[in-house]
């Protein structure tokens, strides 16, 4: 808190000045206003009667502050002036390398030449090996081929790097020398070993698909960074199959290796589960991460609303310094200083989380799963079935099942298989089982629970007694366990290491506990629920009390695996059959491991007027199950079954804490976001998803050239940045056109993303210019080019809106808070007729003769009115005192193409107000991008110049419904996402201070006469991105001198 305050008192200090009037400015860009004067700085009066006081000691501190900013930005320039030098350097070796490639002696670029794309040309059926099938000492010594992902490289020197080779869950290490004796190789495969080569495979990507040739050698020590640890390769061939055009937000190597160094988690706020707990960190079915949504009105959307996607350039370039990093993202993103992975990062990008070594276990293990079932079962005499998963009728809960259009009919997903198992039975298979897909729409947002897993059903006929079924179902169980335990040690072990757990108990003879008895031992125990109430034997058990009376049971019988019995009438669906002896209970039971239900099951009704009276009780009607019916109308055998979870099997055995580490692309209530409509462009060619170039078939891409910053350039020309805003542009997109704001294209694409560099950071400011499906690609692209291009910079995003806050929040774990918003208001809206004193100053500006002129749309103002209203610009600066907060400069005659104009003047001829309107993409209409008031302008003249260009946009484009006058600041500070309470708290004293200092709601007050409503917009940065120096970079890029 101490280290915020003293920027604050800096900044006080620095800009203390009086004045009684301050001329003003309606900068709808601004996020704040002018520091001193009275009324509303930017959007009040101006009368141009300021009598600022300047004493002799702010005039020497501003001079202070003038000669430090001088040498400041010396000092920058000459930092710029040697990275563009370097930069220029190395772009142009890698020129030289690729030509190299290309044209150089065969024998020299042959071992590293990359695969063209399309392989099936020849087929030379060379044998290429498995890691899990080298026999390391018959082969030591032996050149082997084989195809491998780049798990991570290190470079030594110009011409020694070491690579991790990854094939699945394991690795090994290869040594690539320049000039290496290669004598091995047959006549025609001899080339030599590069420099160039090693330049361009230690530029590789981690995860990059290479095809390796290498001899097989005994490590001179011992690798610790792979998982064979006595040999290595010498490698000698190096050819990638291809391009990653997007890097990897984390590398497998990252997410297998970060966790193991827990200590410098930033503060206790962050310490959020990783996916990777460790042992005090995971008590059995533990929850998943806290919910850290925004409390500033941010909807909490799918966290898999968006794939991982770093835009790089088509050519793998990264910059030299960095080749001894496995290159990712990670510490763009902040991650790496976080040194933990939580969940939701992980199951965001779930296609790089599904290749590391665990990932690969937990799914080896799930399959083995699926076959000792499937085979088990075939030795009992079933038979595998597959049933439709589209019904009529919902099986068990109308409020729990997916409902869909058949053609015009009402149709189901199926919650199970189980009506189709019973038809099967009633067709006389006898014993059948299924390993399919089932689907429950419950709105369980828990660890236990997904809205799609996949089923593992049985159901059989019975000659005497339910518990048939059930002494097979648990010899079934016993038979998997034992068979995971032989079959995959090797995958549980590496499990272990990142998911602590303990061996599964089970005895010989399963304890079979009834409801009723269970129920009296959790009340022996003394367990209540959460409003102090026994359980009752009538009812179904929650699930705390199912996990309490696994702890009692394994206490009791030294066992996690046991069948309860007899379960209430009131916890099974209609089809169940009930106790012979007590019609309260069924002949029904669930089993539990580690406390937690695995498998719900027992016997089923075949009477099928028994059947129709308990379904119509449970009011469904026999007309949508017709077909069900039938087979018990026509004669069923007596017959019981089960279903199973496989995913809640998988991560119970293994401890997983969370199911949906246990499904491969898990689907809960958040997954399968809505898509953002695609909307109408006001310039077709000016698209981003079919660019120009696209669609006269250019190239898309260019090498030929670079520029001084050593920047190589498209061929192609960019769509020009007027009409992307036009397309696809907020208000703080309009700033880009200002001469302080630099502005990163999308090679392939040409989106456009513009930011600021100002005291060591890099501040982007607004969305990027873009369709919405391309925004996390852009963002991932930017930050990717801020990472190679600025490496000294630290990121900061302002006027982000609610998709990329979520998208830096859930993917990247960067810290978000709100305190600014958009406000927009409707221009067929008249607030006049409900602010009288709006009306007065209106009334008033008409008394004095103020006429309300409007210039024809898209065509150039005329030169001699743009010099009157210059002087009359330059007037109103002459009157300005004291510093102000905005982010644009006075330039109306940008763009005029897209402007439309406004000017109020008096009945003399003097202009004393003006008014431009800014065109935005089609959703956002209009900014009110100046409205300035001139001195000796009579009140009310900017009020009524103002809601006359709102009438007429309104009236000269039907398709217009909203007009923003920018971003404006909030009363407080609210946290968002992954922010402490502490870390909130420090930042809301801070803001308050700031916003007190420089009037920052002034223009907001002005504004809500205007009728605007409020759309909020966010900060964004990276852990430890926003101290009091990215503060200050924030203020200081905003101030402006009067």
């Known amino acids: 808190m101490n280290i915020l305050k003293r920027p604050f008192r800096k900044l006080k200090l620095g800009h203390s000045s009086s004045g009684d009037s301050v001329p003003k400015k309606v900068d709808t860009d601004s996020a704040a206003s002018s520091v001193n004067g009275v009324g509303t700085p930017t959007n009040g009066h101006s ?20 000669i430090i900013n001088a040498e400041r930005e010396r000092r ?22 690729e030509k190299f490639l290309e044209e150089g002696p065969a024998d020299m670029t042959k071992l590293y030449k990359p695969f063209s794309m399309n392989m099936s040309k020849d087929r030379t059926n060379e044998p290429r090996i498995l890691f899990k099938d080298l026999d390391f000492e018959r082969m030591d010594g032996e050149l082997i081929s084989f195809r491998a992902r780049i798990h991570t490289l290190r470079r030594l020197s110009a011409k020694l790097v070491f690579i991790v080779f990854r094939q699945q869950t394991m690795t090994i290490q290869g040594v690539l020398q320049s000039f290496n004796p290669i004598e091995e190789l047959q006549k025609e495969n001899k080339g030599t070993i590069t420099e160039q080569m090693v330049r361009s495979v230690e530029h590789y990507p981690s995860e990059t698909i290479v095809v ?26 190096v050819h990638k199959v291809g391009d990653l055009t997007e890097h990897v937000p984390f590398t497998v190597y990252d997410a297998e290796n970060i966790n193991r160094d827990r ?14 707990p460790s042992a005090s960190d995971t008590p059995k079915g533990a929850d998943t991460p806290r919910d850290s949504t925004p409390k500033f009105s941010t909807p909490r959307s799918s966290t898999d609303m968006i794939r991982a996607s770093t835009d790089i350039i088509r050519r793998s370039t990264i910059g030299r310094g960095s080749v001894d990093k496995s290159r990712t993202s990670m510490d763009v993103f902040g991650a790496r200083s976080q040194r933990s992975l939580p969940q939701r990062v992980r199951l965001n990008n779930r296609i790089v989380d599904l290749r590391t070594g665990p990932s690969q276990a937990i799914f080896r293990i799930q399959s083995g799963i699926c076959n000792l079932f499937r085979t088990y079962l075939d030795d009992q005499g079933f038979i595998e079935i597959h049933t439709p998963k589209l019904q009529g009728g919902a099986t068990e809960s109308g409020a729990s099942v997916f409902e869909l259009n ?34 429950r729409a419950e709105d369980s947002n828990t660890p236990r629970h997904l809205t799609e897993y996949t089923g593992l059903d049985l159901e059989m006929a019975l000659e005497e007694h339910y518990h048939e079924a059930l002494d097979i179902i648990d010899g079934m169980f016993k038979n998997l366990w034992k068979g995971i335990y032989t079959r995959y040690q090797k995958e549980i072990d590496l499990i272990s290491e990142f998911y602590p757990q303990e061996r599964v108990m089970w005895l010989d003879e ?23 109430n026994p359980p009752k034997d009538t009812e179904d058990l929650a699930t705390r009390a199912e996990i309490r009376l696994g702890a009692i049971i394994r206490e009791k019988y030294n066992t996690d695996y046991y069948i309860l019995d007899k379960f209430p009438a009131s916890a099974r669906p209609f089809y169940t059959m009930p106790d012979p002896s007590d019609n309260r209970y069924t002949n029904s039971f669930d089993i539990f491991m580690r406390g937690q239900e695995i498998l719900s099951g027992g016997q089923r009704i075949h009477d099928a007027k028994f059947l129709e009276k308990n379904l119509k009780a449970k009011g469904i009607h026999p007309d949508t199950m017709t077909e069900y019916l039938e087979g018990f109308r026509w004669g069923a055998p007596p017959h019981a079954g089960c279903g199973i979870g496989l995913e809640r099997l998988t991560y119970l055995f293994l401890n997983l804490g969370n199911i949906r580490l246990a499904s491969m692309f898990p689907r809960d209530p958040k997954s399968l976001p809505a898509q953002p409509p695609r909307l109408a462009l006001r310039h077709e060619e000016a698209s981003t998803t079919n660019p120009p170039w696209e669609q006269k078939d250019y190239e898309e891409l260019s090498e030929d050239s670079a520029d001084a910053n050593g920047v190589v350039e498209s061929r192609h020309e960019y769509q020009p940045l007027e009409k992307l805003i036009a397309n696809y542009g907020d208000a703080a997109n309009t700033s880009w056109l200002d001469t302080r704001y630099k502005v990163w294209r999308h090679q392939s694409t040409g989106a456009a993303q513009g930011y600021v560099v100002h005291n060591n950071y890099a501040i982007a400011v607004g969305e990027p210019l873009c369709a919405k499906s391309q925004v996390p690609q852009m963002v991932s692209g930017f930050l990717q080019f801020l990472k190679e291009e600025h490496k000294e910079l630290k990121p900061l995003w302002m006027i982000a809106g609610p998709q990329i806050e979520e998208y830096l929040g859930e993917k990247f774990l960067w810290r978000t808070l709100g305190c600014i918003a958009e406000e927009r208001t409707d221009p067929r809206n008249n607030p006049a007729s409900k602010d009288k004193d709006l009306a007065r100053k209106i009334r008033h500006a008409e008394a004095e003769g103020m006429k309300e002129i409007d210039l024809p749309f898209g065509e150039p103002v005329p030169e001699d009115l743009m010099q009157k209203i210059d002087a009359r610009v330059e007037d109103w600066k002459k009157g300005r005192k004291g510093t102000q907060v905005h982010l644009t400069e006075i ?47 009579p009140s009310g003249t900017i009020e009524s110049l103002i ?55 002034n223009k907001s007050e002005f504004r809500e006469k205007m009728g605007v409503r409020n759309e909020p917009v966010y900060v964004c940065y990276p852990r430890g991105g926003l101290g009091a120096g990215g503060i200050r970079a924030i203020m200081g890029f905003l101030e402006d001198e009067g």
């Not at 200590?263 to 990777?276: F, H, P, R, V």
């Not at 956002?924 to 008031?933: A, D, I, M, R, T």
């Not at 946009?953 to 971003?967: H, I, R, S």
């Open 76 to 97: 920058s320039l000459d930092k710029q002036r040697v990275k563009a030098e370097a930069k220029k350097r190395e772009t142009m070796a890698r020129i030289e390398d």
């Open 212 to 237: 390796v040739h290498a001899k097989l050698r005994k490590a001179v020590k011992k690798v610790k960074n792979a998982t064979i640890h006595d040999y290595e390769l010498d490698v000698i061939e």
């Open 510 to 532: 399963t304890p079979r506990i009834k409801f009723a008895d269970g129920v009296k031992l959790l009340i022996e125990d003394g367990w209540v629920d959460e409003e102090g």
């Open 263 to 276: 200590d410098d988690i930033e503060d206790d706020e962050d310490a959020e589960s990783s996916l990777y």
């Open 47 to 66: 009368n141009g009667n300021g009598n600022a006081l300047a004493g002799s000691d702010v005039d020497s501190r501003r001079q202070s502050r003038e």
């Open 891 to 937: 330039r109306p005659w940008v763009d005029q193409q897209h402007r439309r104009y406004s000017y109020s003047q008096g009945p003399d001829g003097t202009i004393h107000a003006i008014c431009v309107l800014h065109q935005l993409s089609a959703q956002n209409g209009y900014q009110v991008k100046f409205s300035l008031e001139f001195p000796n302008a």
């Open 406 to 439: 058949y053609f015009g009919r009402p149709a189901f997903l199926a919650q199970s298989p189980q009506l189709a198992k019973q038809m099967a039975i009633a067709s006389d298979f006898e014993r059948v089982y299924e390993v399919g897909p089932v689907f």
């Open 947 to 1001: 809601l006359h260009s709102l009438r007429s946009v309104a009236a000269a484009d039907p398709e217009c419904k909203q007009v923003t006058f920018g971003t404006g600041a909030m009363p407080t500070l609210e946290g968002g996402r992954n922010m402490g309470k502490t870390k909130t708290k420090a930042l809301r004293k801070a803001y308050e201070g700031i916003n007190k200092q420089f009037k920052l709601t």
